[in-house]
């Protein structure tokens, strides 16, 4: 309901999660709510099942970074952005 950078546009962001048999993440699709075609991301595990990455599926483009601690803590999540908005 609300648009970059939080502006209420009348549109509802869907986002649509997919997981594994074990329930671990596999993929998101993502669509903005303005009728274009839905964008999937992949999930980049590490072998405990963290996520590490999630990466564009189209292109293989890393879109968040994740970073934890010795006991699995998450101490970092960065979303990265173009030049005019945030990938997702």
Known sequence: MYG???LRDGHTVRLE???DEA???VQLI???GH???SQIFNYVLNLQGDV???RRASDGMI???YDYNARGVKMLMKMLTTHRRTVI
Do not use: C, E, L
Request: net charge neutral.
């Open 4 to 6: 970059h950078p939080g």
């Open 17 to 19: 999660f997919i997981y």
């Open 23 to 25: 329930g671990r993440p």
């Open 30 to 32: 993502w669509n903005d």
């Open 35 to 37: 009728g274009g075609a």
């Open 52 to 54: 590490q990455q999630i």
């Open 63 to 65: 879109v968040a970074v």
